[in-house]
């Protein structure tokens, strides 16, 4: 059974770093062609993806956030780290980490999501 | 990118009754490689992270009711729920994995007439 699991925190202030950790279980990402990708859904609107991270450290960005996110993973302690600079209040949302396989960006199953508040 | 829209917004169905829900993609995600059409649907339920429910368009998961259905090719798909129950009062993404970048539907939003 693969279950996966969002933790950080719940508030930051404007201009500060959020650091969310997606701790997995029930699959390795040494296995070819599995991924965990970061999706988030501000309050009331639609799914956004982040991020992607495969097996063979192939990383894929939104190109909108590119520039503010990193992706990375510790396989040993089947986690997978997600890094957003430049925090704003349009950035308060629910943070899920989902599981994919076959090198696909399609996900199954999501984590239960962390909301994450943007405020000073 | 591309764009997906997904058509009505909510609507309110009978139970019992069909739902309809269509997604539209800006450019086909339609892949002559395998014949498959790299769009998914999601179900989710308030206060829940979304479910797979359809893959390859038409694909359902194992576990999902088979009231669920998919269909559609290239640039315009269909979920239809063929018989609406109490309990698949959500709301439904349509997701292109064709990508990427991996791009969501705005959501439709089904509810109980």
């Known amino acids: 059974q693969i279950t996966l699991k969002e933790s950080g925190p719940t508030l930051v202030k404007p201009t500060q770093t959020l650091t969310l950790t997606c701790t997995f279980s029930g699959f390795s990402l040494n296995t070819s062609g599995v991924g965990v990708g970061w999706i988030r859904q501000p309050p009331g609107k639609a799914l956004e993806w982040l991020a992607l991270?495969?097996?063979?450290?192939?990383?894929r960005y939104s190109p909108s956030l590119k520039s503010r996110l990193t992706i990375t993973k510790d396989t040993s302690k089947n986690q997978v780290v997600l890094a957003m600079t430049n925090m704003d209040p349009v950035d308060t949302a629910t943070y899920y980490c989902?599981?994919?396989?076959?090198?696909?960006?399609?996900?199954?199953?999501w984590g239960q999501g962390t909301l994450v508040t943007v405020s000073s | 990118d591309i764009v997906m829209t997904q058509s009505p917004d909510s609507l309110a169905v009978s139970l019992g009754e069909r739902a309809t829900i269509n997604c539209k993609s800006s450019q086909s995600v339609f892949h002559s490689s395998n014949n498959k059409n790299y769009l998914a649907w999601y179900q989710q339920k308030p206060g829940q992270p979304p479910k797979l429910l359809i893959y390859?368009?038409?694909t359902r998961k194992s576990g999902v009711p088979d009231r669920f259905s998919g269909s559609g090719s290239g640039t315009d798909f269909t979920l239809t729920i063929s018989s609406l129950q109490a309990e698949d009062v959500a709301v439904y993404y349509c997701q292109q994995y064709y990508g990427p970048p991996l791009t969501f539907g705005p959501g439709t939003k089904v509810d109980i007439k």
């Open positions: 991270i495969y097996w063979n450290d192939d990383k």
């Open positions: 989902a599981h994919t396989d076959g090198y696909l960006g399609r996900f199954d199953p």
């Open positions: 390859w368009a038409s």
